[in-house]
């Protein structure tokens, strides 16, 4: 059963911009395994976790190292979740994530749909 849907845009240069003027940023918004990645990928990821947020409600407290984005071997995105992420899902009820990651020119869009 849905539980929620999430959804968030992000702008590419903004984030670009962001990440040159906060060095640290980059830390703080993304797990290991995601750092090395374009900008355009980087926006698409931040604008899963934004929309992993917005379909839990926003609860305060928690970690965007929580909320990771990662390849299956076909290349479809996947969403994993510990920690802060997972007990605010478990609280919602929630045990499946379906993500869905575009980006096209200046803007980088992500869909999650909770059950």
Same mark, same amino acid.
């Given at each position: %059963?849905?539980? !929620?849907?999430?959804?968030? @845009?992000?702008?590419?240069?903004?984030?670009?911009?962001?990440?040159?003027?906060?060095? +640290?940023? +980059?830390? +703080? =918004?993304?797990?290991? $395994?995601?750092?090395?990645? #374009? *900008?355009?990928?980087?926006?698409?990821?931040?604008?899963?976790?934004? &929309? @992993?947020?917005?379909?839990?409600?926003?609860?305060?407290?928690?970690?965007?190292?929580?909320?990771? *984005? /990662?390849?299956? #071997?076909?290349?479809?995105?996947? =969403? /994993?979740?510990?920690?802060? *992420? &997972? !007990?605010? !899902?478990?609280?919602?009820?929630?045990?499946?994530?379906?993500?869905? =990651?575009?980006?096209? $020119? #200046? /803007?980088?869009? &992500? %869909? *999650? @749909?909770?059950?």
């Amino acid at each position: %059963m849905v539980r !929620a849907i999430g959804v968030d @845009v992000a702008d590419v240069a903004r984030l670009a911009a962001a990440l040159e003027r906060v060095p +640290r940023l +980059r830390e +703080r =918004l993304f797990t290991p $395994g995601e750092r090395d990645l #374009p *900008v355009r990928s980087l926006a698409a990821r931040f604008a899963a976790k934004e &929309a @992993v947020a917005k379909a839990l409600g926003s609860p305060g407290g928690m970690s965007w190292q929580d909320c990771e *984005v /990662v390849r299956e #071997p076909s290349g479809a995105p996947r =969403l /994993v979740v510990r920690g802060t *992420v &997972a !007990a605010a !899902a478990a609280a919602c009820g929630i045990s499946v994530w379906h993500l869905s =990651l575009s980006h096209d $020119g #200046p /803007v980088a869009v &992500a %869909m *999650v @749909v909770a059950e």
